[in-house]
């Protein structure tokens, strides 16, 4: 079974740009294709940041890039 990168990252803070918005969050879980995060907020540079309610799935194909934050900077 494949074992994507990502789930090394699980529990970290990340940053995650999708198209036009960026995403930040804790990164909740990555397997099938999908990224979960949980206390999200999006960030655009139009409309501002704006807090997301519940889970935020997002298509792992999509993602132009993700930056985990070291724990030491938090």
């Given at each position: 079974m494949f074992r994507t990168p990502l789930r090394d990252q699980i529990g970290r803070?990340?940053?995650i740009r999708v198209g036009q918005i960026?995403?930040?969050g804790l990164l909740a879980?990555?397997?099938a294709g999908w990224v979960e995060?949980?206390?999200a907020e999006a960030i655009d540079p139009v409309t501002g940041s704006m807090s997301a309610d519940g889970i935020i799935l997002l298509?792992?194909?999509k993602i132009d890039y993700l930056q985990a934050?070291?724990?030491e900077t938090l």
């Open positions: 803070r990340v940053t960026t995403w930040r879980a990555a397997s995060l949980k206390r298509p792992e194909s934050i070291p724990e």
